[in-house]
C-alpha cells in the first residue's frame, strides 16, 4: 500500500475520532430496535400500509418479509433521470419475485444546471444538495424499512441522497443509476461553438443547433463533469452494483443490474451480511471516492460535497487532504472537459472497472473494505455482462486498455499526479484543476481586473476591455453571498482571450465544476469575500500571482499596505438581487448558517 495513502487515511481517521465514535454509536443503537412493523403501534402500521395490496400487508405485517423503500429523485426535466419513470414498477416487481416488498418513501427535487446555468435559478443549486438530504430524510422517517434504494445521478442529488442517507446509517442503502444518454456532438465541437459565439462570429440559431445536438435523449450529459463524477465515486466507494453507472438507460443490461440492485439489498439486510451503509462508508472508503476524483480528472465541486458527505459519516476531511492525495495518484483518463471523450468512449475504454482495478493493483486504493457486493472492493474491478435468462455476470477486464488515449494503465499514466492543487496565500485557500490546463499556463501574474458578477464580466469582454494579460477576479459569489452558483458562463470568453495569446486566469469564491477547461481557475477561494475574506481587499490594477507549481494565490500587495485596506461591499441593489425572486428568498436562512467552502459548504451544522 502507498505510503501516502495510508499516512492520510490515519490522519483522518485520528481527526475525526469522536466525531465517528459518536456516530457508530448512534447506528448501533438505531440498529439494535426491533424492526418497525414490530416496534409501532397499530394505527402507525395501519397508515403505513393503507394503499398496499392485500398481499403486500401479508408479507409485511404476518410474515415479516423484508421491506425496501425507494427514494427518487425522478422528474423529466432532467435527461439523466427521466428513465426513472419506471422504476419504481420494475423494482417491485423484482421485489414480489424475491418475497419482498417495496414503497416509495419519497421523491426528491432534483434541478438541472444546465436549464439554470448563468441565470439566477442556480442560485438555489447548491443548497438543494442539503434540501434533498433533508428530504430523503423525510421520506426514510416513516421508519418502516430494512433498507432503501436511492434513485439519483445528478449534480447535487447524489450528493444530497448520500447525505440523507447516512443520516439513517443503519440502513442499507443501493444507489440505482439509469446510464448516460448516447454520444451526440462531440463536447470539443460543442465548446468551439460556444467560442464563436461569444465573439460574435455565429448567431443564436448555430448555437442552439450545436447544443441541441450535444444534449439530445434521455440519460445523464456525456461530458465528465459532477453528475458523471458522482457515479465514479460511488463505484469506487462500492454503493453501486459493480459496474452499473456507464451502461445505456435502452440497454437490456440496465434492467437487469436494476434487478440485480433489488437482489442485492436483501440480501445485505440479512444478519450474516448486514451492511448499513454508515458502517461502510468509513475513512477508507471516503479517501478511496477522494483517489477516484483524482485519478480521472473529475469535477472539482466534489471538493465541496465529500467534505460534506464525510462529515455526514462523523468524518473530517479537507482540502489539505485532497491536495496530499494528488500528489501521490496517477491521472489515468481523459475524459472531456480533461480531454476529447466522452464518457461512452470511457465506458468502452474500460471506464471505472479498469481504473479501480489499476489503483487497487497499484496499492493507491483500499481494496479491503466492506461494499454492498461483499467485503471487498474487488468486484468493481470487474465488467457487467448479460448471463443466461437476464441474469448479470461478471467478467475480467483485459489487462491492457480498450483506448490508451482515454484510459491507461496506472504504471504509464497521462501524468504522475493527480491534477489538483491547494493554493494559499494572502488571498485565502483555493483550489485549482491542473489537469487539462497546459504547463505553461501554471503560473500567471497579471494585473487584476475586479467583477461582482458574470454579467459585469461579459459586458467589458464585449466592450474589449479586457485585450491583455489579465486575471479576472469575480467575487460576492461563495455560499452566503448568492448560494455559490457555477460561473461558466465565463469559460467561452476567457478561451476566446487566451486563444489570442493572452496570459489569463480567473479567481473567484464561486465554482466552476471542470468547466474552466484550459483556463486557470483559482475557485472556491475561503474565506469568501461577503464573510469578510481578502478577495474583498483587492481593487482593480493589482498585480496577482496563480502558482499552481508553488501553491500560491498572492496579491502582490506591500503587507502594510494590503492590512490596510477597508474591505469592499457589495451595494444594496445586489443584495437585493442576490436574494430575492425565483424563491431564492426561501433559502435566506442557509445563506446565514452556511460553512465555508472548504467545510463542504453544509447549513446543517
Not at 416487481?93 to 442556480?122: F, I, N, R, S
Not at 443564436?204 to 434521455?218: T, V
Not at 437490456?252 to 445485505?268: G, K, S
Not at 467545510?599 to 446543517?604: C, I, K, P, T
Request: charged share 20%; proline share 5%; net charge neutral.
Amino acid at each position: 500500500m502507498n505510503k501516502t495513502l495510508l499516512a492520510v487515511t490515519e490522519r483522518i481517521r485520528q481527526r475525526s475520532a469522536a466525531t465517528r465514535s459518536a456516530y457508530l454509536a448512534g447506528i448501533d443503537r438505531m440498529a439494535g430496535r426491533k424492526r418497525g412493523i414490530e416496534r409501532m403501534g397499530c394505527a402507525n402500521v395501519a397508515h403505513a400500509v393503507a394503499a398496499m395490496p392485500a398481499n403486500d400487508k401479508l408479507r409485511i405485517v404476518a410474515e415479516k418479509a423484508p421491506h425496501l423503500a425507494i427514494v427518487t429523485a425522478y422528474n423529466d426535466m432532467l435527461s439523466a433521470h427521466q428513465p426513472y419513470e419506471v422504476y419504481p414498477a420494475l423494482i417491485r416487481d423484482e421485489a414480489h419475485k424475491q418475497g419482498a416488498t417495496v414503497q416509495v418513501a419519497g421523491g426528491v427535487p432534483a434541478m438541472c444546471d444546465g436549464v439554470t446555468q448563468g441565470l439566477p435559478g442556480m442560485e438555489l443549486s447548491l443548497f438543494s444538495r442539503d434540501n434533498i438530504a433533508m428530504s430523503t430524510a423525510i421520506g426514510l422517517s416513516h421508519d418502516v424499512f430494512d433498507a432503501a434504494l436511492l434513485l439519483g445521478i445528478c449534480d447535487k442529488i447524489v450528493p444530497g441522497l448520500l447525505i440523507g442517507a447516512l443520516h439513517f446509517g443503519h440502513l442499507p442503502c443501493i444507489f440505482v443509476p439509469a446510464g448516460p444518454m448516447s454520444s451526440g456532438l462531440p463536447n470539443n465541437e460543442k465548446a468551439k461553438v460556444r467560442e464563436k459565439f461569444a465573439q460574435g462570429l455565429v448567431g443564436r440559431d448555430e448555437l442552439l443547433k450545436a447544443e441541441s445536438a450535444a444534449y439530445h435523449g434521455a440519460g445523464t450529459c456525456t461530458f465528465y463533469g459532477t453528475a458523471n463524477s458522482n457515479q465514479m465515486l460511488l463505484e469506487a466507494m462500492g454503493l453501486h452494483v459493480p459496474g452499473a453507472a456507464f451502461v445505456h438507460p435502452h440497454d437490456p443490461l440496465r434492467e437487469a443490474l436494476t434487478r440485480e440492485a433489488v437482489r442485492n439489498a436483501l440480501a445485505i439486510t440479512h444478519k450474516m451480511r448486514y451492511t448499513p451503509i454508515g458502517r461502510l462508508v468509513d475513512e477508507r472508503v471516503i479517501v478511496n471516492a477522494m483517489v477516484a476524483l483524482l485519478a480521472t480528472g473529475g469535477s472539482t465541486n466534489h471538493l465541496i460535497h465529500w467534505v460534506a458527505v464525510a462529515r455526514a459519516a462523523g468524518i473530517i476531511i479537507d482540502w489539505s487532504d485532497f491536495s496530499e492525495l494528488s500528489g501521490m495518484t496517477p491521472l489515468l483518463s481523459r475524459v472531456y472537459p480533461n480531454g476529447a471523450a466522452d464518457v461512452n468512449q470511457f465506458q468502452d475504454a474500460g471506464g471505472p472497472a479498469f481504473v479501480i482495478r489499476e489503483l487497487m493493483d497499484a496499492g493507491l486504493m483500499h481494496a479491503d473494505v466492506m461494499s454492498v457486493a461483499g467485503d471487498s472492493l474487488r468486484p468493481f474491478g470487474r465488467l457487467p455482462t448479460m448471463g443466461e435468462g437476464g441474469s448479470v455476470v461478471w467478467q475480467d477486464l483485459a489487462p491492457q486498455s480498450g483506448d490508451e488515449a482515454v484510459v491507461r494503465k496506472a504504471d504509464a499514466p497521462f501524468s504522475a499526479t493527480g491534477g489538483l492543487k491547494l493554493l494559499d496565500g494572502n488571498l485565502g485557500r483555493a483550489v485549482i484543476k491542473t489537469s487539462a490546463v497546459p504547463d505553461d499556463r501554471h503560473i500567471v501574474e497579471a494585473p487584476a481586473r475586479i467583477f461582482s458578477c458574470q454579467d459585469s464580466m461579459l459586458a467589458a469582454f464585449k466592450a474589449g476591455e479586457l485585450e491583455r494579460d489579465v486575471i479576472v477576479v469575480v467575487r460576492f459569489q461563495g455560499p452566503q453571498a448568492n448560494g455559490m452558483p457555477e460561473l461558466h458562463k465565463l469559460t467561452p470568453p476567457l478561451a476566446v482571450l487566451q486563444g489570442k495569446g493572452f496570459k489569463v486566469a480567473l479567481v473567484t469564491d464561486g465554482r466552476m465544476s471542470g468547466a474552466s477547461g484550459k483556463v486557470p481557475a483559482a475557485i472556491h477561494v475561503s474565506p469568501e469575500a461577503l464573510a469578510g475574506g481578502p478577495l474583498a481587499r483587492l481593487r482593480d490594477g493589482d498585480v496577482v500571482r496563480m502558482d499552481a507549481v508553488s501553491g500560491e494565490l498572492l496579491a502582490l500587495v506591500p503587507a502594510d499596505e494590503w492590512a490596510a485596506r477597508e474591505l469592499a461591499t457589495i451595494t444594496p441593489e445586489q443584495v437585493v438581487e442576490n436574494g430575492h425572486g425565483l424563491g431564492r428568498e426561501l433559502f435566506a436562512g442557509m445563506r446565514r448558517n452556511v460553512k465555508s467552502a472548504e467545510e463542504g459548504a453544509v447549513s446543517w451544522l
